[in-house]
């Protein structure tokens, strides 16, 4: 270790304090020190959204944010995420829709698709798209994807299913 | 992969991630929202001995003063695409924020770190020089200085930036109210990397573009302003400027190929760029 650091953070809203390496990125962090495996790495080099987690409320790719750098952030992975009822019609509508098959891309899928369905009103299937555009999926085709999250925006909006 | 160890250090202001770069030159890196330094470390391009983390040193101000837009260093992307003053005063950065990666990037990318970068590819870097924009640069020896961004970029992932200095800020010329400015570009996929891509501004008055500047990206070693362009372009109605700017084209531009996307077609899908950024802005 080059001079391990020490962080203090909340977890799916429990405190956290460890020593880290400073090259030790988040996701890693989240697997190795804490036994939080629902967040993936595909790549490394932030191209295909598997690790993507929320770091203060916002969605982050978690490989590329040192633990370091999390130091007194709250960070929220699909652990915390699915046990949250607010979710509850997103995970229901991914499983009506078929939206996953091996379900290695689908964490990092539901953190976006919560993003941007936080942002309120029903969005357009491009909208959709361009905001998961950077979340691969090597099973579905995205087209269940997009028909889960859409059908989620239009329920929650009150407006007839597509 | 993962990345080679390093040290970290977390500045705790603007002067102390300065007088980190005196100590350290060479053998530092700052940090900033590391969405392509810590992709770099990951896939062992970059080893660095210590990262200098600027992240929580605040200057992640949007400010519109006295005509102009000031952008501090750690403005996220996605800061500045939520940003009503930056709509307002310079609607092409605005316009520019959803080709930029994807959501979860911008959250944490900054526009310092992204004209300290210097990809040739990206949208910063050609906005700052559609606009001549003002860098604002610091170290500890030489104290601040400012660079227009038509000196700012020197070459492949190259800049003004010395190894000692720190992007402050970028400053912006507020848009006058006959301008027009525009962001588009072509990409296979939205949020990645420009096949081509233009920023441009001109004034409209009478149905006539004047003063065009237009600053392509993807497309050499560095954003390359289209110089021929312009003068093709100076005077003439919206359609006629949009066809001699498109056709000038061919004597500011000489784009590389590469495996994909052979030289010729990105000059061609430049020239569609142009005539649609002029065309854009009679609409
Ligand atoms: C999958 C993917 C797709 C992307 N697509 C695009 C795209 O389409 N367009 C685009 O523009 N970008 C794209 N990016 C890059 C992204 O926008 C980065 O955020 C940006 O290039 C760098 O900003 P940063 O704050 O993350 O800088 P960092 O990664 O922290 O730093 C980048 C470099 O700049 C230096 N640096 C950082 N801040 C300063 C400063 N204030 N002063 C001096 N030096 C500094 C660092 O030392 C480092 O060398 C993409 C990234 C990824 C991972
Ligand atoms: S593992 Fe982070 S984007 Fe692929
Ligand atoms: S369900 Fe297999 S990668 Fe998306």
């Avoid at chain 1, 290695?104 to 698709?113: I, N, V």
């Avoid at chain 2, 990951?42 to 992640?60: K, Q, V, Y």
């Avoid at chain 2, 992204?114 to 104290?143: F, K, M, T, Y």
Wanted: proline residues 4%; aromatic residues 4%; glycine residues 10%.
């Amino acid at each position: 270790m080059s001079g391990a650091v020490e962080i203090a953070l909340t977890v799916n809203g429990e405190a956290v304090r460890r020593a880290v390496d400073p090259r030790l990125h988040l996701v890693d962090f989240l697997r190795s020190e804490l036994g939080l495996t629902g967040s993936h790495l595909g790549c490394e080099h932030g191209v295909c959204g598997a690790c993507t987690v929320r770091l203060d409320g916002e969605t982050v790719r978690g490989c590329l944010v040192l633990a370091v750098q999390a130091d007194g952030a709250a960070v929220e992975t699909i652990e915390g995420l699915a046990a949250d009822p607010a979710w509850d019609d997103l995970r229901a509508a991914f499983v009506a829709r078929n939206a996953l098959q091996c379900g290695y891309c689908t964490p990092g899928m539901l953190a976006s698709a919560a993003e941007l369905l936080a942002a309120g009103g029903v969005p357009t299937r491009d909208a959709i798209r361009d905001h998961l555009s950077g979340n691969y999926c090597r099973c579905t085709g995205y087209h269940a994807i997009v028909d889960a999250v859409e059908s989620v925006a239009r329920a929650r909006a009150g407006a007839p299913a597509a | 992969m993962k990345a080679a160890a390093f040290r970290y250090a977390r500045a705790t202001s603007a002067a102390h991630a300065q007088a980190l770069l005196a100590e350290h030159g060479e053998d530092a890196r700052l940090l900033a929202g590391g969405q392509s330094l810590l992709a770099a470390l990951n896939l062992r391009l970059s080893e660095p001995a210590i990262l200098i983390d600027i992240g929580r040193i605040g200057h992640a101000a949007i400010e519109a003063r006295d005509g102009r837009l000031r952008l501090s260093a750690l403005a996220t992307h996605a800061a500045i695409g939520r940003s009503a003053a930056v709509a307002e005063a310079a609607p092409m950065l605005a316009q520019a924020v959803p080709h930029i990666a994807h959501p979860a990037i911008r959250n944490r990318g900054t526009i310092g770190g992204s004209l300290a970068l210097g990809d040739p590819a990206a949208e910063w870097p050609a906005c700052a020089l559609a606009l001549n924009a003002e860098i604002v640069l610091a170290s500890a020896a030489r104290g601040e200085r400012r660079v227009s961004a038509e000196d700012f970029f020197l070459g492949l992932y190259s800049t003004a930036c010395a190894a000692d200095e720190m992007v402050l800020a970028a400053e912006f010329p507020a848009t006058a109210p006959n301008e027009r400015q525009v962001c588009l570009e072509l990409a296979r996929r939205r949020g990645d990397y420009a096949l081509v891509g233009v920023a441009a501004s001109a004034k409209l008055e009478g149905g006539r573009i004047s003063g065009l500047r237009a600053a392509f990206f993807g497309v050499g070693a560095t954003p390359v302003l289209a110089r021929e362009a312009s003068r093709a372009a100076e005077g003439a109605t919206v359609a006629e400027a949009a066809r001699a700017a498109a056709d000038a084209l061919g004597r500011d531009l000489d784009p590389p190929g590469d495996p994909t996307t052979d030289g010729a077609t990105r000059l061609r899908l430049a020239r569609v760029l142009m005539r649609r950024a002029v065309e854009a802005m009679a609409a």
